[in-house]
T-cell receptor, first 114, second 115 residues
Framework: DSGVTQTPKHLITATGQRVTLRCSPRSGDLSVYWYQQSLDQGLQFLIQYYNGEERAKGNILERFSAQQFPDLHSELNLSSLELGDSALYFC?????????????FGPGTRLTVT | QQQVKQSPQSLIVQKGGISIINCAYENTAFDYFPWYQQFPGKGPALLIAIRPDVSEKKEGRFTISFNKSAKQFSLHIMDSQPGDSATYFCAASMRSGAGSYQLTFGKGTKLSVIP
């Protein structure tokens, strides 16, 4: 158990809908990273938040957004969903201090868009 | 520049054998190279990691070998066991802005250890 929690575990929704995925980082970790895992693209970095502020963006679509709250939990919002958005979504957390930036992954949310 | 190339895509090893997975990178700014292990239905779990100032790191049956000049690193699993059957990802990270260490992952290697 990495100490990172994600809810829900599974999500089935229809095209065009909007969903919110939630992540709670390990105690003491300031950074939350979001990743998308699909069979063809592998693990792709989406976005990072550090202590409430957006710090880095990867291959995140404009239909997707995220935020990190004062208690450091994070939410990933996916809107106008398409079939191709079906994937596993992982969050990871890290302390992100010099020399200590190992990322620990949560169990993931499996999103199925029908 | 941001790619990490991983091979092989799949690997079958007999119990007790040595599993070897290779990765190569281009960007010399990468300064942290972790390996992750992922079982079906689970998130990737950090297995072992190395920084470029050392050429080898060993933790139990798992060893990372790092060749900075060739920009390659590899994972060796000694005495492979059926319980090691999983997908292994290499990754590379570099600092990109304050408090930001993005991971770039290889495509993964599905390891099957047969009795």
């Amino acid at each position: 158990d990495s100490g990172v929690t994600q809810t829900p575990k599974h999500l089935i929704t229809a095209t065009g809908q909007r969903v919110t995925l939630r992540c709670s980082p390990r105690s003491g970790d300031l950074s939350v990273y979001w990743y998308q895992q699909s069979l063809d693209q592998g693990l792709q970095f989406l976005i990072q938040y550090y202590n409430g502020e957006e710090r880095a963006k990867g291959n995140i679509l404009e239909r997707f957004s995220a935020q990190q709250f004062p208690d450091l939990h994070s939410e990933l919002n996916l809107s106008s969903l398409e079939l191709g958005d079906s994937a596993l979504y992982f969050c990871a957390s890290s302390v992100d201090l010099a020399g200590h930036y190992e990322q620990y992954f949560g169990p993931g949310t499996r999103l199925t868009v029908t | 520049q941001q790619q990490v190339k991983q091979s092989p895509q799949s690997l079958i090893v007999q119990k007790g054998g040595i599993s070897i997975i290779n990765c190569a990178y281009e960007n010399t700014a990468f300064d942290y190279f972790p390996w992750y292990q992922q079982f079906p239905g689970k998130g990737p779990a950090l297995l072992i990691a190395i920084r470029p100032d050392v050429s080898e790191k060993k933790e139990g049956r798992f060893t990372i070998s790092f060749n900075k000049s060739a920009k390659q690193f590899s994972l060796h699993i000694m005495d492979s066991q059926p319980g090691d059957s999983a997908t292994y990802f290499c990754a590379a990270s570099m600092r990109s802005g304050a408090g930001s260490y993005q991971l770039t992952f290889g495509k993964g290697t599905k390891l099957s250890v047969i009795p």
